[in-house]
């Protein structure tokens, strides 16, 4: 007969201590794992700065907005503003929403770039809302990086926060 079994008694008491033991080693090991997700907390937010910093520079590079300051969409920008509806996204329909949106993502003392700045990125964080399906569309139909024409409507919030006119810039790219 070929019959192998492994008996293994444990008590009561020696039962709670292995739990005990497990419970513990459990606890400790979590805290240290949210020491480490924050400790790399600074690198997830640089690097989300270095995306911005580079969606930037691709509009510029695209003929959508120009260098210098106040940044403000080139013709070519106006252009895809237009034709996707974010002109009327922004400047109408949802416009007190996006404004109210805008205004409790800045601090109480901000200077007029933080608006610039916070209006891009919250316009860009927004992509998947449903009120920009119309851009997104437009973007997929003319193989327009959806990013870069959020950015032109990130200009046109900051214009309504400060209630300063949109502008156009002379274009930076020959067309």
Same mark, same amino acid.
């Given at each position: 007969?070929?019959v192998? /079994?492994?008996?293994i008694?444990?008590y009561?008491?020696?039962?709670?201590?292995?739990?005990g033991?497990?419970?513990?080693?459990t606890?400790y090991?979590?805290?240290?794992f949210?020491?480490? /997700?924050?400790?790399i907390?600074?690198?997830?937010?640089?690097?989300? %700065?270095?995306?911005?910093?580079?969606?930037?520079?691709?509009?510029?590079?695209?003929?959508?907005?120009?260098?210098g +300051?106040?940044?403000?969409p080139?013709?070519?920008?106006? =252009?895809?503003?237009?034709?996707s509806?974010?002109d009327k996204?922004v400047?109408?329909?949802?416009?007190e929403?996006?404004?109210e =949106?805008?205004? %409790?993502?800045?601090g109480?003392?901000?200077?007029?770039?933080?608006?610039?700045?916070?209006?891009?990125?919250?316009?860009?964080?927004?992509?998947?809302?449903p009120?920009? =399906?119309?851009?997104?569309?437009?973007?997929?139909s003319n193989g327009?990086d959806?990013?870069?024409?959020?950015?032109?409507g990130g200009?046109?919030?900051r214009?309504?926060?400060?209630?300063?006119?949109?502008q156009?810039?002379p +274009?930076?790219?020959?067309q």
């Amino acid at each position: 007969m070929n019959v192998t /079994e492994i008996i293994i008694k444990i008590y009561f008491l020696y039962f709670l201590g292995i739990v005990g033991t497990l419970i513990g080693l459990t606890w400790y090991a979590s805290h240290k794992f949210s020491k480490l /997700e924050n400790s790399i907390e600074w690198i997830k937010r640089e690097l989300g %700065n270095l995306w911005d910093a580079v969606k930037g520079r691709e509009a510029r590079r695209a003929g959508a907005e120009a260098t210098g +300051s106040p940044i403000n969409p080139t013709e070519l920008g106006w =252009k895809y503003i237009r034709e996707s509806g974010l002109d009327k996204i922004v400047d109408t329909e949802k416009k007190e929403e996006l404004l109210e =949106k805008l205004k %409790n993502s800045l601090g109480k003392d901000y200077a007029e770039y933080d608006v610039q700045e916070k209006a891009r990125k919250l316009v860009v964080s927004m992509k998947d809302d449903p009120m920009f =399906k119309p851009v997104k569309e437009y973007a997929f139909s003319n193989g327009i990086d959806v990013d870069i024409i959020l950015l032109l409507g990130g200009l046109l919030l900051r214009d309504n926060f400060l209630n300063q006119q949109h502008q156009t810039a002379p +274009s930076a790219k020959k067309q």
